[in-house]
Nanobody, 121 residues
Framework: VQLQASGGGLVQPGGFLRLSCAAS????????LGWYRQAPGKRRELVAT???????NYADSVKGRFTVSRDNAKNTVFLQMNSLKPEDTAVYYC????????????????WGQGTQVTVSS
């Protein structure tokens, strides 16, 4: 299973970006999809998650500014980031809780390679 993230870049404070992450490979189903971020010198932290049923969860720091969504048919998760702040600067990673085969209930976590988001004037 591979996760390919895209959409990062440099944006001014108050601007917006939309991240995408597509999962590919041997996938029977994906439960939770999520976004995490890691700023220099800090630990990786949760940004937002969304279950297969559409239940979302957000870090307090991004509530009201970020929106997570998914396209189940395309195994893709999105993160719409509005009103960006310098403190949002980080490498953003997508994560997927994947069940690979119909004959096995085993699930595993997979991570994307990360995409850099820089908010600066």
């Amino acid at each position: 299973v591979q996760l390919q993230a895209s959409g990062g870049g440099l944006v001014q404070p108050g601007g917006f970006l939309r991240l995408s992450c597509a999962a590919s490979g041997s996938i029977f189903s994906i439960n939770t999809l999520g976004w995490y971020r890691q700023a220099p010198g800090k630990r990786r932290e949760l940004v937002a998650t969304i279950t297969s049923g559409g239940i979302t969860n957000y870090a307090d720091s991004v509530k009201g500014r970020f929106t997570v969504s998914r396209d189940n048919a395309k195994n893709t998760v999105f993160l719409q980031m509005n009103s960006l702040k310098p403190e949002d600067t980080a490498v953003y990673y997508c994560n997927a809780d994947v069940r690979q085969y119909s004959f096995s209930s085993r699930r595993a976590d997979y991570w994307g390679q990360g995409t850099q988001v820089t908010v600066s004037s």
